[in-house]
């Protein structure tokens, strides 16, 4: 989940250092003091008609000879031609004209969009900009709704998904047998597409024929057999429970390699010093996995806000308040109604909030020194 | 994909083209023809976006471009489908080509006011000129004016089905002990459906998971109850006083609810349907395609199935129609036009229509080759007093209204709210800005 933009920028800086470590340059970007007085030198010399000696010292050459370094004359087009942006300028230009044009120009566009008040199939009109389709939203009882089933979605959805990805990990972390017979089974419902796995858990939540009441029955726990799908108070919490059930087997694998970075010494100490294995893995493992938790977080809460595919299959464009998502609100306004101003209104929200999942993950990094 | 059709293909294109203008004078297809002639038309490849992709559909597809093609052998055809149910997907993929003004050359769409966007945009070129009075005279009025909507011709009708259809299974009404044919209106048919229940089966196969079916069961409630005229009243936007009327007609669906299928919630019209097949449930309310479904489990008509009119809406022919249009800026135009003459000619439909199970637009159109049931239903079709439009296939209210409707009706169904739902069916059109 690395902004591919940032990665390029800490591409470009790595460069940066190499480039300057291979000219024979010590400073990797960090001294700037002394490259000052370098370039202070260097405008003194030039005023005064003479070089300094520091300029005719020899240079390696990346490809290794000697050579006496040509007199560096000026210093502004030396740092010019040094200078690591440009240098690494044929890594770093097409991604960055790519995503600037077709992502963040994009978004741009789309936000600009959200001010207009454009809708029907005629070309919008930038004459007026006004955040009247921001107001709207407010008394939108459909979008109060939808936001609403967003959040909780969102929330319930990444919580029991960790736990349950956790939880079989750590099971499948002990060293039993048909290890990885069981890795694939939990992680197949991964590879099956939204659409294939909507239409086979509408026949499970089917409350004569599908598996869940027929099972619930069997228990003779006829009671809690329900109308999965059409009942308001289930509606959303079936489209949770299906969805955890195809994510929980990635959680997993995040756990699992988290798990086996995590040195035996650890598990054997914390025996040693007489702990339960509930205490042993709540106090010394749960805590090195902070970074397989976030990671996993991160691409569930971003999956989750765009949950659209599932809901559509099963519901259609209008799944009704229990279970209508802003992503499935956002198509139905655009695409049904042609609203496109107030549709393009709700992705900016959903943006809004995609970054909100995303800054702090980012900012962490940057605090590490990752970025 | 190529939307401008490709310079390779003209040289080719030209060869044929001589050979296709001598045909399209001989058959005297009238003005579309002559202007294909005066401009020594070549036709452009010729793009068809449409959502007829399940089995019988897509057969009258392929039925009718071969048709197109053997009338109009020059023409090389990009059949393009946009799968998904009733356009869920093709409205998408139309609707962003055209703002992006790289429309197809035609695709299906619903007339009658799911062309108003359209309209409203002078995206939809006049076809006036393609209906030469042959093809005028064979249409029903009312017909013409749903493919008008602002009074000018702007899409040529392929197809109708009906949608007040009540169908049923013959052996279940006669154990249940009712008589389909004696269920005077709509209140009446509350009691059969009880019966029905009491004899052990489900009385109307239904369902819920999404809101269109509903929508459907409630606009021909309405116009069985309360007439024709206080559904045009309603679609028209003036509901004033229309509550009582609105109100009642919600409260019948919400007692028919009673004796829906079980699993309503969970399953898709043609689930419910097998219900019918299968004996469990007794009646369904459907548009005439449900027949098609009778035909592959070879279900017999009037021995095991039969239908009548919903209750109540006799001598009523709700039309559900598809219909292709001209967008402009139009990649093909003389290949375009050629295609929409064609579609309005007895050739054409008596191709379509047969395998569609659907009836043809036209009145003329010899009825050998269809099915028992469909003459049946062109009988009827041409005896009918009044034959209004439908909310829910998208002629009777603008797509923005319609959607709204949906959305009370998704509400509707988790709530049952007769209340809630009456007023805001009644403010459906000034919530969506009309």
Known sequence: MIDPLSRTLARTRWLHRRIRARVGRTDGGGSERSRREETERNAKSETEGQSSTDDRRPRPRPDGRETVRAVETDGWLARLRWSAGLQAAIFWVPPFVLMGWFVYGAIGWNFLISLTDWSGLGQPQYETFNLEMYARMLEDRSFVAAARNTVVLLIAFTGAALGIGLLLAILVDQGIRFENTFRTIYLLPMSLSFVVTAIFWAWMYNPETGMINVVLGGLGADALAMNWMSDPRTKLFSIILALTWQFSGYCMIVYLAGLRTIPDAHYEAARVDGASTVRMYWRVILPQLQAATTSAAIVLMVFSLKAFDFIFVMYGDTPGPSADILAVMMFREAFSRTNWAYGSAIAMVLFLLALAVIAPYIYMQYRRGEL | ?434
């Open chain 2, 1 to 434: 994909m190529t939307h401008n059709g490709a310079r390779s293909r003209r040289a080719y294109l030209k060869a044929t083209a001589t050979g296709t203008a001598i045909l399209v004078g001989t058959t005297g297809l009238g003005q579309a023809g002559a202007s294909a002639q005066e401009e020594g038309a070549d036709f452009e490849e010729f793009e068809i976006v449409h959502w007829w992709t399940a089995g019988g559909e897509e057969e009258a597809l392929n039925a009718l471009l071969e048709g197109y093609q053997e009338e109009y052998p020059g023409v090389e055809i990009d059949n393009n489908p946009a799968p998904g149910g009733a356009g869920s997907a093709l409205d998408a993929a139309v609707r962003s080509r055209v703002v992006d003004q790289t429309p197809p050359s035609t695709f299906q769409i619903w007339p009658g006011e799911s062309l108003r966007p359209y309209t409203d945009a002078d995206i939809l070129e006049s076809v006036e000129d393609l209906w030469d009075d042959e093809m005028r005279e064979a249409y029903l009025e009312s017909v013409m004016d749903v493919a008008s909507p602002d009074d000018e011709l702007v899409s040529v009708p392929i197809n109708i089905h009906r949608l007040n259809n009540l169908f049923y299974n013959v052996e279940v009404v006669e154990d249940a002990g009712i008589d389909p044919d004696g269920i005077e209106d709509p209140t009446d048919l509350l009691d059969a459906l009880e019966t029905a229940d009491e004899a052990g089966y489900t009385g109307m196969a239904h369902q819920t998971s999404s809101e269109w079916s509903t929508v459907q069961l409630w606009e021909t409630v309405l116009i069985a109850e309360h007439g024709v005229e206080t559904f045009e009243q309603y679609i028209a936007g003036e509901t004033d006083d229309l509550e009582e009327e609105v109100r009642e007609s919600l409260e019948l669906v919400v007692d028919y609810s009673e004796y829906f299928s079980p699993d309503a919630g969970a399953i898709a019209w043609d689930e419910g349907n097998a219900q019918v097949i299968g004996g469990d449930a007794a009646f369904i309310h459907q548009g005439d395609w449900a027949a098609g479904q009778y035909g592959e489990a070879d279900f017999e008509y009037e021995d095991e199935w039969d239908f009548v009119p919903f209750p109540g809406s006799d001598g009523v022919y709700s039309l559900v129609m598809d219909s292709f249009v001209m967008p402009t800026p139009n990649p093909s135009p003389a290949a375009t036009e050629a295609f929409l003459s064609y579609c309005g000619t007895v050739d054409a439909q008596e191709r379509f229509n047969p395998i569609k199970g659907s009836i043809p637009p036209r009145t003329d159109v010899p009825t050998d080759e269809f099915p028992p049931f469909l003459q049946d239903q062109m009988d009827d079709f041409e005896n009918s007093d009044e034959q209004p439009t439908t909310i829910a296939h998208g002629s009777a209210v603008r797509p923005e209204i319609k959607s709204e409707i949906e959305e009370t009706f998704s509400r509707f169904l988790e709530t049952w709210d007769v209340d809630d739902t009456t007023q805001g069916l009644l403010q459906a059109h000034q919530a969506a800005g009309y």
